[in-house]
């Protein structure tokens, strides 16, 4: 199994929802992310997650809390968004790096796009 | 810190056509280097990786991209063009020392018939 499946791919919320984004891997990755991406726009990261444990977050607003529960899954709490929070949102997982690097390749899922009313 | 350059936003080329896609990094080492490809309401795929070794590097589709240091330059190939290659490309480089991955603005790749 080699994929990083996202649910749900679309996602429409008001302002003052509480919505959660998921994501799963059963590559025994054990570093997984979190990117945002605007139209047009490279992937924005968000969050790593190493282990289970945050190690990275990219000054991200309080209003987007992320969760890992287990080394398959990650979550992304998102609570009170703005409309100009609309984006696609993607995951990704890595395996241990080659030689030196921090992340070797990165899995992406296929997103899950977001639209904040 | 790094930072990746992707000079062309747009490129239009015709199918059976060769392709090149520009890429320049800025960074005080050797990068690891890579291009990933997306299309349309997807996520990301990995073509191709650079880390050491072997400076012309093969990847995926038929995709080659040749490192230059001297020009910091990684960019990506192809020798003929097909309907399907039409997507977003973004170069990214990583530096050592567990810096993470920062991506180029992205080349948007139209395929004519």
């Known amino acids: 199994d080699t994929e990083v499946t996202q649910t749900p791919k679309h996602l429409v919320m008001g302002m003052t929802n509480k919505k959660s984004l998921k994501c799963e891997q059963h590559?025994?990755?054990?570093?997984m992310y979190w990117y945002k991406q605007k139209a047009k726009k490279p992937p924005e990261l968000m969050f790593v997650?190493?282990?289970?444990?945050?190690?990275i977050n990219e000054s991200v607003p309080s209003r987007f809390s992320p969760e890992c529960p287990n080394s398959s899954l990650l979550n992304l709490h998102l609570h009170a968004l703005q409309p100009e929070d609309s984006a696609l949102y993607l995951c990704?997982?890595?395996?241990?790096?080659?030689?030196?690097?921090?992340?070797?390749?990165?899995?992406f899922g296929e997103g899950s796009r977001l639209t904040v009313l | 810190a790094q930072s990746v350059t992707q000079p062309d936003i747009h490129i239009t080329v015709s199918e059976g056509a060769s392709l090149e896609l520009r890429c320049n990094y800025s960074y005080g080492a050797t990068p690891y280097l890579f291009w990933y490809v997306q299309s349309p309401g997807q996520g990301l795929q990995l073509l191709l990786k650079?880390?050491?070794?072997?400076?012309l590097v093969q990847g995926i589709k038929g995709f080659e991209a040749e490192f230059k240091r001297s020009q910091s330059s990684f960019n990506l190939r192809k020798p003929s063009v097909h309907w399907s290659d039409a997507a977003e490309y973004f170069c990214a480089v990583e530096g050592n020392a567990g810096n993470m991955l920062t991506f180029g603005g992205g080349t948007r790749l139209m395929v004519k018939p």
């Open positions: 650079y880390f050491s070794g072997d400076t």
């Open positions: 990704a997982s890595s395996p241990p790096g080659q030689g030196a690097s921090n992340t070797g390749e990165l899995f």
């Open positions: 590559m025994g990755h054990r570093a």
């Open positions: 997650y190493s282990y289970e444990k945050l190690s």
